[in-house]
């Protein structure tokens, strides 16, 4: 079983890729610290070219770029993290259970409650990090994240990235079957109802489910 914490999950090209963040951006955020921790955890991969981001590290990247969509610059992103950390005397502050409680409290106390995101100028803190948590799943017993739903798939056909399923790539969350598996099914002609029946999909979701593929590659 991969150890979600310990064992690298993906490359860090595969990382910047599945959540769409800059790869410069997701370097910095390998080399930035928080409160004597890393801003995204690495792992040192097996040989070269290995995976050596884990996922606990992916849920990490998804958190920060999350905040940056409030404008936050770099400094004030490496203080919430920090913040939040020391509160829950762990690591991996940003990824546990605990944010969507006491970590909105966090974030106010230290100044953040009144940003708005940068763009639209109307969502505050509380609805960033609600829209954030949602892409999240956590087992009920666990503080930490067991999987996350990269969001720029519909939501009638929910697409995650589950260490336990696909070793890293993208999987249905239904199905837990690779994208990537039914998308090269219909690039290589079979139709959408037969792709449908042999993964218990609809047609209209294995339809969307491609023509988004489609829209990501272009």
Not at 201 to 207: A, K, S
Request: glycine share 8%; hydrophobic share 40%.
């Amino acid at each position: 079983m991969v150890d979600r914490f310990r064992d690298g999950l993906l490359t860090p090209t595969e990382t910047s890729s599945y959540l769409e963040i800059p790869q410069s951006t997701l370097t910095s955020w390998l080399k930035g610290k928080a409160a004597g921790a890393p801003l995204v955890h690495q792992v040192e991969p097996v040989r070269t070219g290995q995976p050596s981001v884990p996922f606990i590290a992916v849920a990490e990247a998804h958190v920060l770029r999350s905040l940056r969509s409030l404008g936050l610059r770099m400094s004030e992103i490496r203080e919430a993290a920090a913040a939040v950390r020391d509160a829950f005397d762990t690591p991996y502050g940003l990824v546990s259970k605990r944010i969507a409680t006491d970590g909105v409290d966090i974030f106010v106390e230290h100044g953040f409650g009144d940003l708005r995101r940068a763009r639209d100028g109307q969502a505050p803190i509380q609805e960033v990090v609600s829209g954030y948590l949602r892409y999240l799943t956590w087992d009920a017993d666990d503080d930490f994240p067991t999987s996350l739903r990269l969001r720029q798939y519909p939501d009638s056909v929910p697409v995650v990235i589950d260490p336990r399923f696909g070793h890293g790539l993208p999987v249905v969350a239904a199905n837990r079957v690779s994208v990537g598996a039914i998308t090269d099914l219909w690039e290589a002609g079979e139709s959408v109802e037969d792709i449908a029946y042999d993964f218990g999909m609809t047609p209209d979701q294995v339809e969307a489910l491609c023509h988004a593929v489609v829209r990501l590659a272009a």
